[in-house]
Nanobody, 124 residues
Framework: QVRLVESGGGLVQPGGSLRLSCTAS????????MGWFRQAPGKEREFVTA????????FSTTLTNDRFSISTDVPKNTVYLHMSSLKPEDSAVYYC?????????????????WGQGTQVTVSS
């Protein structure tokens, strides 16, 4: 059974940085893409960034204005979300997701597997 396990969330001051990790169990070599989404209280889940497992392409939302980036360690089945210059409005539960079939990477319905989420709180 495939599992995605996130880690690295926590409390950080405005302007700070965090790195989230998401490790997938099982063979992910044929997966289409891995993505990060976030959901703040009272808001819908929104796309943050995604990468193809081939690492040819990455996709990001303009919401984060290059403050966030995604990287992968394919041998470790791990994808990272690097966050810098964090703002209070970045506070949310962050989810990683895995897509096994081609689709629109910004659309949550493309992703079959989801992690349990990790809380990121940006506050002084």
């Amino acid at each position: 059974q495939v599992r995605l396990v996130e880690s690295g969330g926590g409390l950080v001051q405005p302007g700070g940085s965090l790195r989230l990790s998401c490790t997938a169990s099982g063979n992910t070599s044929t997966w289409y893409a891995m993505g990060w989404f976030r959901q703040a209280p009272g808001k819908e889940r929104e796309f943050v960034t995604a990468t193809m497992w081939s690492r040819v392409s990455t996709f990001s939302t303009t919401l984060t204005n290059d403050r966030f980036s995604i990287s992968t360690d394919v041998p470790k089945n791990t994808v990272y979300l690097h966050m810098s210059s964090l703002k209070p409005e970045d506070s949310a539960v962050y989810y990683c997701a895995g897509a096994i079939m081609p689709g629109i990477v910004t659309d949550a319905t493309t992703y079959l597997y989801w992690g349990q989420g990790t809380q990121v709180t940006v506050s002084s």
